[in-house]
């Protein structure tokens, strides 16, 4: 046998995005052995390059890409691009790791949080893995250690979610309005409904019949579907903030075992991919700007017990919203499927 790592063949489709930029970052940073990588985006975007690794690559058109000897595709262009292209790309042999909401809650396509339930990423029969929704992943992370030990019955969940979520046009509309704004001058909203400088949002995605928007839909399809658990109960509400970089939540859980804070912070810290944040003093807990944007890990700070319920538990937890609840998943999800072939 050979010594020799075997290396892949990577597409990253929706490479020129918020989202496909980090991707390659994280890929470039954890040294994913990347052997031919295959850079995709829209028409207008093909031709321009991109660097990686010091080398620049051509960005090509998807629509009139061939997949043959993709091994691995990195999806993040959207769930229109993802319903039409991913079955292709898988077709002609590649796993597709898909950032979109195109599969997430087929039966057939595993939704998989690396640190929570990493043994699905096998489980592919349609050679397609969900990469959960940014809101959804970093609350799992941070809850998923608190649920295998005390089982959680419930959770309130009201998250403050940053404008990248929404892409490279809605971080750029919020810049353009702060400036405005500032400058005294009249603000269009285009990308937003309404004026998200200096504001905040109470709607993310479409609305649905039950009054409830999709965004805060996935926190509740997603965690049952993660935890493998559709008994827990989720109840969230999906707010837009003009913060740039990095989800925040603030999180109650109910749990049928009782759950003290010091129990709480000894098994968060144990926890892989968790950083506890928790000292009851000015900056002793974790915000989007001075812990989550441009870091790894899901923060958890102002650990509190419910002052209304005996089993309620309180949780503040933030993270990078592109990173981890993005391209860093997807580049650990590959991570995994790189290490069957070892
Ligand atoms: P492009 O830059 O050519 O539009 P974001 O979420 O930051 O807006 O990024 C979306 C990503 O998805 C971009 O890379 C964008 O490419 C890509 N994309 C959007 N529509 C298509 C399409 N129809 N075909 C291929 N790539 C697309």
Sequence with gaps: MSNE???????????????????LAILAER??????????ASERSAGGEIEFNGQKVIVQDLASFDPAGVDIALFSAGGGVSREYAPKFA????VVIDNSSAFRYDDDV???????????????PRGIIANPNCST???????????????????????????????????EELGRQTGQLLGFQEIEPQRFPVQIAFNLIPHIDDFLDNGFTKEEMKLVWETQKILGDDSILVNPTAVRVPVFYGHSEAVTIETREKVTVEA???????????????RREAGGYPTPVTHASGTDAVYVGRIREDLSHPRGLNLWIVSDNIRKGAALNAVQLAELVAAETR
Aim: glycine share 10%; net charge neutral; charged share 15%.
């Design 5 to 23: 790592q075997r290396s892949f063949h990577v597409a990253v489709v929706g490479a020129t995005g918020a989202v496909g930029e980090t991707m």
């Design 31 to 40: 040294d994913f052995p990347v052997g031919t990588l295959t850079l995709l």
């Design 91 to 94: 077709a002609a042999g590649a």
């Design 110 to 124: 595993p939704l998989v949080v690396s640190e929570v339930n990493p043994e699905q990423v096998a489980k592919r």
């Design 137 to 171: 992943m970093q609350m799992l992370v941070a809850l998923a250690p608190l649920h295998r030990r005390y089982g959680i019955e419930r959770i309130n969940v009201a998250t403050y979610q940053s404008v990248s979520g929404g892409g490279r046009s809605a971080l």
């Design 264 to 278: 709480a912070r000894e098994l968060l810290a144990q926890s892989p991919g968790v950083e506890v944040v928790d």
